[in-house]
Nanobody, 122 residues
Framework: QVQLVESGGGLVQAGGSLRLSCAPS????????MGWYRQVPGNQRELVAT??????????NYADSVKGRFTISRDIAKNTVYLQMTSLKPEDTAVYYC?????????????WGQGTQVTVSS
């Protein structure tokens, strides 16, 4: 069973920065895409950023709301994916979830971390 271990959430003032980490139990290259999603109570989980690690290595994708402020990256040696968040806004407050997608034999398997709370105070 795949496990995604997240860390780095917390409370920060508006304009501040946080870095989230996600370490999977398997190699990050065993997943086609890894990324971060966030969810506010009562709302659907939404995409924040993804990074592809398959054929199109390292291609990133961001939600419009975080472009220019958030950066997704990976450290191969540490087998970890990061989400660097800067210029944080109160509306970034949410539970952030690490996601890993694996495609195999025409099937897609999604794996989720336990979530880490990010709270941005105004």
């Amino acid at each position: 069973q795949v496990q995604l271990v997240e860390s780095g959430g917390g409370l920060v003032q508006a304009g501040g920065s946080l870095r989230l980490s996600c370490a999977p139990s398997g190699s990050i290259f065993s997943f086609n895409v890894m990324g971060w999603y966030r969810q506010v109570p009562g709302n659907q989980r939404e995409l924040v950023a993804t990074i592809a690690s398959g054929a199109i290595t390292g291609t990133t994708n961001y939600a419009d709301s975080v472009k220019g402020r958030f950066t997704i990256s990976r450290d191969i040696a540490k087998n970890t994916v990061y989400l660097q968040m800067t210029s944080l806004k109160p509306e970034d407050t949410a539970v952030y979830y690490c996601n890993a997608l694996r495609r195999y034999s025409g099937q897609e398997n999604n794996y989720w971390g336990q979530g880490t709370q990010v709270t941005v105070s105004s």
